[in-house]
T-cell receptor
Framework: AQTVTQSQPEMSVQEAETVTLSCTYD???????LFWYKQPPSRQMILVIR??????QNATENRFSVNFQKAAKSFSLKISDSQLGDTAMYFC??????????FGKGTHLIIQP | KAGVTQTPRYLIKTRGQQVTLSCSPI?????VSWYQQTPGQGLQFLFE???????NKGNFPGRFSGRQFSNSRSEMNVSTLELGDSALYLC??????????????FGEGSRLTVL
């Protein structure tokens, strides 16, 4: 079984600032994947970034990067130079086992102009 | 390349009725999974189909069922609807089985309201 915990229900930052979203997880799988998905208002969910647990190097996608601490079971998302279009629900997820993807409850990120 | 298409986008039903939702995955994708999204419970995994076979199932009652056709299109059915079934039902497709790739491409969802 897998659990994913996002402890920040909502965050608000100014445009161009850097923001970090927290996520902790627990899994019994040896080979697993971690994800951050973004769900903009009334729009479909899209993948932001993906991390294979066996890779030590933190994944990076343009302004988005993760801090993967395997021993601590922590997987935070850093958004640099935040933009208005980054306003969305962000879901951390764990996968690779028989239970599909397990999602956290989400963090509502608001970018203020 | 067309994305994941879900129909209908919105529907209203009454308690006791049944509903069928449809999902067409991205062309070439063989895995389709379904999720229920509610404000209280968040996103919960319903089931996954791969090559017409149910591979995984979440912790939902037997009223929730699904199937996948040879063209990878999938349907889910909820019978004897309850008020608590009101939710956004998301379908996602993947190029491989979830346990192998995990990267999902989501549709826009079907919003079900049960009165």
């Amino acid at each position: 079984a897998q659990t994913v915990t996002q402890s920040q229900p909502e965050m608000s930052v100014q445009e161009a600032e850097t923001v970090t979203l927290s996520c902790t997880y627990d899994t019994s799988e040896n080979n697993y994947y971690l994800f951050w998905y973004k769900q903009p208002p009334s729009r479909q969910m899209i993948l932001v970034i993906r991390q294979e647990a066996y890779k030590q190097q933190n994944a990076t996608e343009n302004r988005f990067s993760v801090n993967f601490q395997k021993a601590a079971k922590s997987f935070s998302l850093k958004i640099s130079d935040s933009q208005l279009g980054d306003t969305a629900m962000y879901f951390c997820a764990s996968g690779g086992g028989a239970d599909g993807l397990t999602f956290g409850k989400g963090t509502h990120l608001i970018i203020q102009p | 390349k067309a994305g994941v298409t879900q129909t209908p986008r919105y529907l209203i039903k009454t308690r006791g009725q049944q509903v069928t939702l449809s999902c067409s995955p991205i062309s070439g994708h063989r895995s389709v999974s379904w999720y229920q999204q509610t404000p209280g419970q968040g996103l919960q995994f319903l089931f996954e189909y791969f090559s017409e076979t149910q591979r995984n199932k979440g912790n939902f009652p037997g009223r929730f069922s699904g199937r996948q056709f040879s063209n990878s299109r999938s349907e889910m059915n909820v019978s004897t609807l309850e008020l608590g079934d009101s939710a956004l039902y998301l379908c996602a497709s993947s190029g491989g089985e979830l346990r192998n790739t995990g990267e999902l491409f989501f549709g826009e969802g079907s919003r079900l309201t049960v009165l």
